[in-house]
């Protein structure tokens, strides 16, 4: 007979008598059951056919955006006498370069990395030899060392950079990321408008504006309420080019929108505004020491909700998630909660876990831009990452409803949901009619990445599966 320690309900530690068991044999088998109750409302209203079940109010809207076509036309029109091929490859460079970003280095990272490259090449050059070299040899050899140690760092340490937008680079950016930063602001702006239709902003404030994407889509959602438009971006170029695609290309002809300034640096004056957005900006900054000033700058600014949007890598989530962190310490005055994508204020579930590379982000759909007649898809995907922050408490009482955050997967009579919860918790749910109800049922079933059920999850219950009898378990293990 072998033995095999396991834990009692208590958790104590009990002696449990075994035939040689290996780690794939289990003396406990677990399943889990979750309730799921929807919204009283909501569940009237698909009872009473007032709504289908795919426009339940948990479903994020657009899937799928395209560019006006009047910005498309600008667009195409700024080009120029550009080349076309020549730009569209160097928006496609510039695309990939920038999807494959990470931020700058930490001196802490990069000492633990030195630390462990040392450590490599004492073991490949013993510090012992130096005892039987010469006053010559010890100083080449060390030579030698230090070269290496370089060389090692070097290779395994990102070489981060500011992105630096000239005229011509201003245009590449328009070119190769205008219409999926545009789908990505769109649908996150409106998921802001859908969640909270008493915001009306009066003034807007961009830092890192680009080329206005940001502003395209706000001014869409907005445009009878928005008096200001106030963008900041270190490149004049930029800003240049914000204000001629405003023109529709064309530097005589009046702006459409009100009131919109643009500005190098962030002003120093403390006017508040409603609606502050920090959007693929983060990369650009130098280090978490600068981020953590623009970003308690921008918080002071705003006075109703706070945008931040970047790629949906591993290292974008990374940077939202740190920066909504930081926000939330603030007290006061200062105080904010979360409204979207998170149904809490607790750190993200997902990033929490060290060992799961897998970001927290989301997808949406675009039409790229067409400068040429050359074949190509008129629709790709683009993943990213966001966090909509609310200067004070929120009142929303559909908050808590959980996330979906990754594609639900829909079968034969059940549908599997992986959600982030009100609790800060994953939690993956199996949606069967006889189980849950056929409302709860159909609702996770339309539901896509992105979306919200429109409901409350009960804690998992655990039942202990029976074990096995001993003979059962000889046989097995014969």
């Known amino acids: ?124 050059m013993p510090l012992e030899r130096l005892a039987t070299l010469g006053e010559e040899e010890v100083a080449r050899w060390q030579r030698k060392r230090e070269l290496e140690i370089n060389k090692r760092l070097s290779q395994r340490t990102y070489a981060w950079k ?41 003034s807007y404030f961009d830092f890192g504006s680009g080329v206005g994407t940001a502003m395209w889509a706000a001014s869409e959602l907005w445009r009878d309420s928005i008096f200001e438009y106030y963008n900041v971006d270190r490149s004049r170029e930029m800003n240049e080019l914000s204000e001629l695609i405003l023109q529709e290309g064309q530097e005589n002809k009046q702006v459409a929108l009100r009131n919109v300034f643009y500005r190098q640096f962030l002003p120093a004056i403390d006017t508040k505004y409603d609606l502050v957005i920090i959007s693929h900006t983060l990369f650009e900054l130098a280090d978490k020491q600068q981020r953590q000033e623009v970003l308690l700058n921008l ?84 993943v990213y990452s966001y966090a909509i922050l609310k200067k004070g408490s929120i009142t929303d009482a559909s908050r808590q409803w959980p996330r979906i955050v990754r594609p639900t997967l829909v079968r034969s009579k059940h549908s599997i949901c992986r959600l982030c919860t009100e609790s800060g918790n994953l939690q993956e749910v199996i949606f069967t009619a006889a189980k849950h109800g056929k409302a709860a049922y159909s609702c996770a079933r339309v539901s896509r990445w992105g979306d919200r059920l429109p409901m409350a999850l009960g804690t998992p219950q655990t039942k202990e599966a029976k074990p096995k009898s001993a003979p059962a378990e000889q046989a097995e293990l014969a």
């Not at 120029?80 to 494959?100: A, E, T």
């Open 299 to 382: 918080w002071r600014k705003c006075d109703g909700y706070m945008v931040i949007v970047e790629e949906g890598t591993r290292r974008g989530s990374e940077l939202v998630n740190e920066a909504r962190r930081f926000l939330l310490r603030a007290d006061g005055e200062h105080a904010g909660q979360t409204l979207a994508p998170c149904p809490h204020d607790l750190p993200c579930p997902r990033l929490q876990d060290l060992a799961d590379r897998t970001p927290c982000n989301f997808e949406i759909s675009y039409a790229p831009l067409r400068l040429s007649n050359n074949s190509g898809s008129d629709r790709q995907s683009s």
């Open 162 to 202: 500011r992105i630096e937008y000239g005229k011509y680079e201003a245009i590449v950016y328009a070119v190769g990321r205008a219409a999926q930063e545009y789908a990505v602001l769109k649908r996150v702006l409106t998921e802001l408008q859908l969640r909270d239709e008493h915001f009306k902003p009066r």
């Open 1 to 124: 007979m072998g033995s095999l320690f396991i834990l009692d309900t208590a958790g104590h530690i009990m002696l449990a008598p075994r035939l040689f068991l290996t780690s794939t044999h289990l003396l406990q088998r677990y399943t889990s059951k979750i309730s799921a109750a929807v919204e009283p409302a909501v569940l009237a209203d698909l009872e009473q056919a007032a709504i289908k079940p795919r426009k339940h109010p948990g479903i994020i809207k657009p899937n799928h955006v395209e560019l006006p076509k009047q910005l498309t036309d600008t667009l195409k029109r700024i080009v120029g006498d550009h080349p076309v091929r020549k730009v569209l490859r160097d928006s496609d460079l510039l695309n990939r370069y920038i999807k494959s970003r990470h931020p700058p280095p930490t001196p802490s990272e990069i000492e633990n990395k030195k630390r462990l490259i040392i450590e490599e090449v004492n073991a490949k």
